[in-house]
């Protein structure tokens, strides 16, 4: 069974650095695309970086030289290391799986919750 | 970045009606649209991919279609459980991009 587990998020002030995990089981990570994407309180979905299986990475804009995508073959686990952390970096963030290498998540984890605030 | 228009915004029906969401891309991006649900709390869950092929376990209820740059989302006949936010999602270019969701409550 595809599992997605997210951990790492919490309370955070301007400025600071996070770094999220997402561990996987039933598929292996290095073999897919995988993203993350992040949901602002209350606000719609919003794509945040993707590493593809032969490891190059893509971001927003709005994260571009503040995040890092990365993932560890033998844990199975994604991350993603946030610095320079903004209020409006505050959402949930979700691992989510690429099925086909084309931008189709067909798994996603339960999310974690970063707050940025002072 | 390719920006996905999605309408309406909300939307209040009955349980049995039909119920129709539409979204409309910046410029044409074939047939590379998704459609997910997102219930409170929850994460999104694919639905339809490509545009209108159902997710292999999701209900025939569910249906999607195209027309140029134009893409419509149909409940047939709502049921209590589909109470949700619905998205859509181009995946034609970098950065994949959202509608800014609708969210589907029941009259």
């Not at chain 1, 963030?93 to 798994?107: I, L, M, N």
């Not at chain 2, 950065?95 to 969701?101: A, H, K, L, V």
Request: charged fraction near 15%; include cysteine.
């Amino acid at each position: 069974e595809v599992q997605l587990v997210e951990s790492g998020g919490g309370l955070i002030q301007p400025g600071g650095s996070l770094r999220l995990s997402c561990a996987a089981s039933g598929f292996t990570v290095s073999s897919h695309y995988m993203s993350w994407v992040r949901q602002a309180p209350g606000k719609g979905l919003e794509w945040v970086s993707v590493i593809y299986s032969g490891g190059t990475t893509y971001y927003a804009d709005s994260v571009k030289g503040r995040f890092t995508i990365s993932r560890d073959n033998a844990k199975n686990t994604l991350y993603i290391q946030m610095n320079s952390l903004r209020a409006e970096d505050t959402a949930v963030y979700y691992c989510a799986r690429d099925r086909a290498a084309v931008g189709t998540f067909d798994y996603w984890g339960q999310g974690t919750l970063v707050t940025v605030s002072s | 970045d390719i920006q996905m228009t999605q309408s309406p915004s909300s939307l209040s029906a009955s349980v049995g009606d039909r119920v129709t969401i539409t979204c409309q891309a910046s410029q044409g991006i074939s047939n590379f649209l998704n459609w997910y649900q997102q219930k409170p709390g929850k994460a999104p869950k694919l639905l339809i991919f490509d545009a209108s092929n159902l997710e292999t376990g999701v209900p025939s209820r569910f249906s999607g279609s195209e027309s140029g740059t134009d893409f419509t989302f149909t409940i047939s006949s709502l049921q209590p459980e589909d109470i949700a936010t619905y998205y859509c999602q181009q995946y034609d270019n970098l950065p994949y991009t959202f509608g800014q969701g609708t969210k589907l409550e029941i009259k």
